[in-house]
Antibody
Framework: QVQLQESGPGLVKPSQTLSLTCNVF??????????WSWIRQSPGKAPEWIAY???????HYNPSLRSRLSIALDKTNNHFSLKMTSLTAADTAVYFC????????????WGQGILVSVSS | EIVMTQSPVTVSVSPGEGATLSCGAS??????VAWYQQRPGRAPRLLMF???SRATGIPARFTGSGSGTEFTLTISNLQSEDSALYYC?????????FGGGTKVEIK
C-alpha cells in the first residue's frame, strides 16, 4: 500500500525559506512509472499544483511560482523535497505531496497534508 | 493556464436523491479530467479519471462523463458520507489546474 507523509515546519517567518519533505512508503521514488508532485491549498481555496520531479531528475514548476522553487529527489532515503524562498502570508496553505503515474494521469495517492503558516 | 470552472458552488440534496456537478475547461482537454472528493481536514481523494473511469474502490453511484471542454460528475442515491467538496482537475496541460469546487450538502 502506497503512503506519502509530509514533514516540515508549521510556522515560517515572512521572507524566510520553507523546506518540506515527503517520505514515500510502498513504492520506490526511483521507479520510472511515477512522478512526484507538491500541491498546496490555501484556506477555503482550490488546490494549486506547485511542482513535480521524475525519477530521472527532470522537474517542472508552476510558472507563477517558478522563481522561488526547488524540488529534489533523494533515492537513498526514498523521499522528495521542496524548497520555497521569500515566503509571504499568501503562501500560508496546507501543502500536500502526491503521486501520479507517468503520462496523462491524475493524482492517485496523496499525503495527509501539512499546514504551513507564514507569520512573524 | 487552463481555467476550470465548476457549478454550482453549492448543491443541497436529500438522502437518496441525485446530484449533477458541472465542470468547464477554458481550453480543449480531451478526456484528461479527474474528479476528487475532499472532506474537511482531509486530502483530496481520487474519484474519477479520464473523465469517466472510476478509481479503485469508488462505488458505481459515481458517474463521470464529458470530453473536450465540458464535464459532469453525477452522484446518484446520495448518502450522508457523500457530503464533501468536489473538485475537477485537468491534466492535459501543464500546469495542472483545479476547479473552484462544488460543495455537496445533504439535507
Amino acid at each position: 500500500q502506497v503512503q506519502l507523509q509530509e514533514s516540515g515546519p508549521g510556522l515560517v517567518k515572512p521572507s524566510q525559506t520553507l523546506s518540506l519533505t515527503c517520505n514515500v512508503f510502498g513504492v520506490s521514488v526511483s521507479s520510472p512509472d511515477y512522478y512526484w508532485s507538491w500541491i498546496r491549498q490555501s484556506p477555503g481555496k482550490a488546490p494549486e499544483w506547485i511542482a513535480y520531479i521524475y525519477f530521472s531528475g527532470s522537474t517542472h514548476y508552476n510558472p507563477s511560482l517558478r522563481s522561488r522553487l526547488s524540488i529534489a529527489l533523494d533515492k537513498t532515503n526514498n523521499h522528495f523535497s521542496l524548497k520555497m524562498t521569500s515566503l509571504t502570508a499568501a503562501d500560508t496553505a496546507v501543502y500536500f505531496c502526491a503521486k501520479s503515474k507517468w503520462g496523462f494521469q491524475p493524482y492517485d495517492s496523496w499525503g495527509q497534508g501539512i499546514l504551513v503558516s507564514v507569520s512573524s | 493556464e487552463i481555467v476550470m470552472t465548476q457549478s454550482p458552488v453549492t448543491v443541497s440534496v436529500s438522502p437518496g436523491e441525485g446530484a449533477t456537478l458541472s465542470c468547464g475547461a477554458s481550453e480543449y482537454v480531451g478526456t484528461n479530467v479527474a474528479w476528487y472528493q475532499q472532506r474537511p481536514g482531509r486530502a483530496p481523494r481520487l474519484l474519477m479519471f479520464h473523465s469517466s473511469s472510476r478509481a479503485t474502490g469508488i462505488p458505481a453511484r459515481f458517474t463521470g462523463s464529458g470530453s473536450g471542454t465540458e464535464f459532469t460528475l453525477t452522484i446518484s442515491n446520495l448518502q450522508s458520507e457523500d457530503s464533501a467538496l468536489y473538485y475537477c482537475q485537468q491534466y492535459n496541460n501543464w500546469p495542472h489546474t483545479f476547479g473552484g469546487g462544488t460543495k455537496v450538502e445533504i439535507k
